[in-house]
Each structure stands twice: as C-alpha cells, then as structure tokens.
C-alpha cells in the first residue's frame, strides 16, 4: 500500500479528475486532512488474511421484459436546466474539430 | 414512555372522532412554525399542500369510517428527509447546491407513504448529500437538538430526529449509510430503525453510497417503528436492488415471548466503553435483557476493529461515483457549490479509485467487508440479536468536532458495521443523563430479521417504562 503522505500536486490532480476547481487556499487546506485520513484508511494494509467468496445469491442480475412504459415528457426531463435549445440540454464541446 | 402522540393513538383518535384530520394537521403546523425557527428542524415547510391533503382525508373518513384497514396510515403527520425526492417540492439534499431543485417525480416510498393515508409536512434538515453525523454539514444551518440548545442532533438524518423529538411530526423517513438514522435517533431520544439493505426501496433518494445506503425512518416508539416498515417495505421494479421476499407483518409479531433469546455482546467493545453515560446506558439495557430472562453471551468480531477505515474506503468512492452526476447541466448549480465535506469525500473516492492505488485501497477494502460479513454470520449461528452502542458519546456540542474531520469520522464506530454486512438495526432510548441527554442502545440482527428485532425491541421497551 502506497505510504507517504499526500502532495499538494497530488490534490490538485485528483480535484481535477473529480472535475472540483480548487483554489490554491483550498489546496493548502485539504492537502493534510486528506493526508490524515489515507493514512488512516491505509491501516488496511496490514490485513493479510484471505476474504471468503462472495455468496452466489448475492451476485444476480435483475431484468425486465422489454417493454415501453410512459416515462418522463422531454418538457418535464428539461424544465430543471437553465440551459437548453430545442429537446437538448446544452454543453461544452467535447471534441474540438478546429 | 413519550409525551407525543404516536401513530396508533391519532388513528385511534381520529376513528372516534376526537379530532378532525384538518384540526390536527393545523395543531402540528402551528407547533412548526412556532418551534422550527430555534430548532431548524425543517428547510421547507408545504403547509398549503398538508391542509389540502388533510381536507381530502376527512371527506375520505366522512365516507368511509374503516378506511384505516386500507390506508392504516390515514391522516398521520410526517415529514420526509430532504434526500427524498417529491414531487414538485423542492428537494436540495440539505445543498445549496440543489437550493432550486423541483424533481418531477417522488421516490417510491414517499409514493408509499402518502398512498397509506400519512400526510407530509415538508422537508427535513440533514447534513448536505447526507454527509455527516451532526447535522452540521447543512448548507442551511445546523438542527439544533430539542434537549439543548447548546447540542447537535446527530447526523445526517439530523432534522429528522429532532422533527420527531419535539412532536413536529409523528414520524419522519431518513437514510442510514453509516448510522445516520441511529445516530440522530440516539442524540434525540426516539426510536431509529436501519432496516436491511434492500427491504426498502431506495428509487428517488438521493444516492450516497449505493451498497450501503438503507432507507429507515424515526419514530415514537418500536409499535409505530414496526407499522410504517409494513408500508414502507416491499421490491421495487425501479429498484433491482430490492427484495422480493415477503414483508412479513411486523406489528403482530410483536408479543412474541422473548425469554430464552440469546443476545450478544461484543467482546472488541467492551474496553472502548469510556463515556460514563454510555457505558451506564449498555450496562442499563444489559440488566433489563437479563430481567426479560434473555440469555447474555459474549461473541466476537474479530475485524470490527477495521471498519470504520474499510467504511471510509468504500463510502468516498461510491460519493465520488454518486455526485458525478451533478454537473449544473441537467439540474442544479455548478460543482463549486459543493461543501468541504462533499469536495473531501469526492476526493478521497477518487484518489483510492484510481490508477495505482485501485487494489491497495477500494479491493483491499471490499475484501475487508467481506471478513466482516463473515464474522457476523458466525456471530448469528451463535445468538439471535446483538446488543450494542450507538455512538461513544451523548449529543456533543455544536462546534466540537468540525474542525477534526478524522475525529467526527471515528465517532462511527458502533454503526457502520451494520452497513457493511447489510444487517438490520434499530436505535431505542434507554433514558436520560443527568445533564438531561438522550441515552440510547441498539439492536442488530440478522439479515432479514426485522421481526426478530422488532419483537425484541418492543418487550424492552415495555420492560424499560414498567
């Protein structure tokens, strides 16, 4: 398990996965409660024992015949954003073709 | 015993015409609006939409006197935890977030409830995205707990305990991920069940972590505990997570003798037990047990020691997964708008998920869970309930913990486990410290059992009030 404590790039890094715009005060402030909590968490590590099999009756899928029921209206899916044209609800690109 | 009328004495009451279904409604809105501003129990209050409902009921009473056998829930106040998605009010997660949030459909059990005749209030207070055990980490302020001004509620159910508590509601639905209806049910003296993962439908509630959340409620006493589970209950098509076996009918079960039943209590525990109250408390609910001519045996859990970190692995990735979804596009404000405690668990999800540190943490920790599921499958060939605390303290102060995240996380020591091994629990006061606190204990069985539990529960909390 990966000891040592957490870097303020690594919180950076991680923020940016999570898609969370962290100011640099806020970096300084989570970077050691972060740190504080994986080190606690990494005690884990030190469980070697071998974990039973999980139960077969506890890994099943659920389906359901295929078949249309009435769903939300494309008016009420819509009416919470502030940003939609026509069906769509607006984004930023995703792919750049320029 | 409570003061506050329970569910069985207004349908009992409104039966024999005491009172009018609008008459009481309007006596719970009046002690809202009278005591939410101090307790901050509530962030919405739908006092138009109750009064109607309330009309609607009586007209139904008017017409049909044994309505009770077909909605045994008729006219009863309560109020929903504001994770639980209604219908065309607003619904934030106790977010600011989410402060504008209208779902366009209502979650099963609220569909559920109001079906069986309750009338709901508004909607609860509770930490934001459920995240906390004080009620603390509420964009709209903490709920304050009825017995002390000075004191938290718990968390994260916290608006719902208190709601309870102070007969602003009969009763009120909550969420338990880690102890989060116990907890606050403990904190404020009222009956708080965890039921088994997948007896309660969890459609339209806000998702925390989805192996773990339980949808429970908080009520008076055991009986009302037990009748709202009935309704409550039930598979879900929207939910394939729910179980298809039988809702068995709780409250006719209740007087079952109970001499003979083997409780445990776990050896791992014992040595923690500081808090004079608490330890008091267990000592108090162990005596009575023993009174009832239940038979007290020591079991051990060998890696309960490890689940407050394997719940802190499993917990932050499933929120980290959970709160992707609000991006501001399709529903509410921009992630910028989460709080510390939202933005620190959506981290730690993402740091123990990813690339290089997936197998050390997140599978270490779910082979974890598994150790721990086993050990309470023994534990169970060995006794039929498990005895336990709720939490190390009594309600703390308001302030006391917020600056220690670590510290309010460690405070979950007697809960999480139950969510780990998708037990059921059940939170019952055992009295009063001395500084007017709620004490309470709590009840574990096995998965499925809530019958065994709630038999339980009920003859002690008989025994206790004798």
């Known amino acids: ?18 898609k969370l715009n962290l100011s640099a005060p806020e970096i300084n ?20 024992e071998k974990s039973p099999p999980i139960p077969k009756e506890e890994v099943q899928s659920v389906s359901r015949t295929d078949e249309v029921h009435p769903s939300l209206t494309s008016k009420s899916a819509l009416g919470q954003s502030s940003s939609t044209q026509k069906n769509y609800f607006v984004t930023k690109a995703v792919i750049d073709n320029d | 015993m409570t003061k506050n009328k329970t569910i069985s004495q207004i349908t009992t009451e409104l039966a024999c015409k005491k009172y009018s279904v609008t008459e009481l409604i309007k006596e719970y809105l009046d002690r809202i609006k009278s005591e939410n501003p101090k307790l901050n129990a509530f962030i919405t209050i739908t006092e138009k939409e109750a009064l109607q409902e309330a009309q ?21 106040p309560l109020a929903h935890k504001d ?21 366009q459909y209502s979650a099963t059990v609220v569909k559920k409830l109001s079906k069986a005749g309750a009338i709901s209030l508004g909607k609860l207070n509770c930490d934001a995205w459920a995240h906390g055990a004080s009620g603390e980490n509420s964009d709209f302020g903490p709920t304050i707990n009825p017995a002390d ?19 602003l509601v009969t009763f009120a639905t909550g969420t338990d991920t880690g102890g989060s209806t116990r907890q606050p049910a403990c904190f404020c003296g009222v009956i708080g069940l965890k039921p088994t993962y997948g007896r309660v439908s969890r459609s339209g509630i806000v998702a925390m972590a ?34 298809n076996l039988k809702v068995e009918e709780y409250t006719k079960l209740l007087k079952k003798p109970v001499e003979k039943l083997k409780i445990g209590i776990i050896k791992e525990y014992q040595d923690g037990l500081t808090d004079h109250d608490v330890a008091g408390s267990f000592a108090l609910a162990k005596s009575t047990l023993e009174k009832m001519n239940c038979q007290i045996k020591e079991i051990s859990l060998p890696h309960t020691k490890y689940s407050v970190a394997t719940y802190y692995i499993i917990m932050p990735a499933e929120v980290s997964s959970n709160l992707a979804r609000y991006d501001g596009l399709r529903y509410g404000h921009t992630r910028d708008l989460f709080g510390d405690e939202a933005k620190r668990r959506i981290m730690i999800g993402t740091y123990t998920l990813s690339s290089g540190y997936y197998d050390a943490y997140y599978l270490r920790a779910m082979k974890v869970r598994q150790l721990i599921k086993a050990d309470f499958s023994q534990a169970f060939a060995d006794v039929d309930i498990i005895l336990s605390p709720v939490a190390p303290t009594p309600a703390f102060k308001l302030g ?41 204990v709590q ?24």
């Open chain 2, 443 to 466: 009840f574990l069985a096995n998965h499925f059992q809530e019958a065994k539990l709630f038999n339980l529960a009920y003859q002690f909390e008989q025994h206790l009030h004798a």
């Open chain 2, 56 to 76: 609607e009921a009586d007209k139904t009473l008017s017409q049909n006197p044994n309505i009770f056998l077909e909605k045994p829930l008729l006219g009863v």
């Open chain 1, 29 to 48: 402030k989570f970077t050691p409660q972060l740190a504080a909590i994986i080190d606690y968490v990494g005690q884990l590590s030190a469980v070697e």
């Open chain 2, 149 to 167: 001004p000075t004191r938290v509620s718990g968390g994260s159910s916290s608006g719902s305990a208190a709601a309870v508590a102070a007969d």
């Open chain 2, 210 to 243: 989805s192996s773990l959340d339980s949808i429970g409620h908080l009520t008076q006493n055991v009986y009302d505990s037990a009748l709202v589970l009935e309704t409550t209950a039930g598979p879900d098509p929207y939910d394939a997570t729910s179980s």
């Open chain 2, 83 to 103: 994770l639980f998605l209604t219908k065309n009010i607003k619904t934030t997660a106790g977010s600011r977030l989410l402060e504008n949030y209208l779902p």
């Open chain 1, 1 to 18: 398990m990966a000891q040592g404590k957490i870097t303020p790039e690594e919180v950076k890094k991680i923020a940016s996965l999570a």
């Open chain 2, 400 to 440: 006391e913990k917020t600056n220690d995240p670590l510290s309010m996380y460690l405070s979950d020591i007697y809960t999480v486990t139950a969510n780990l091994a998708g037990i059921p629990g059940i939170a019952i006061p055992t009295g009063k410290n001395s500084s007017n606190l709620p004490l309470g």
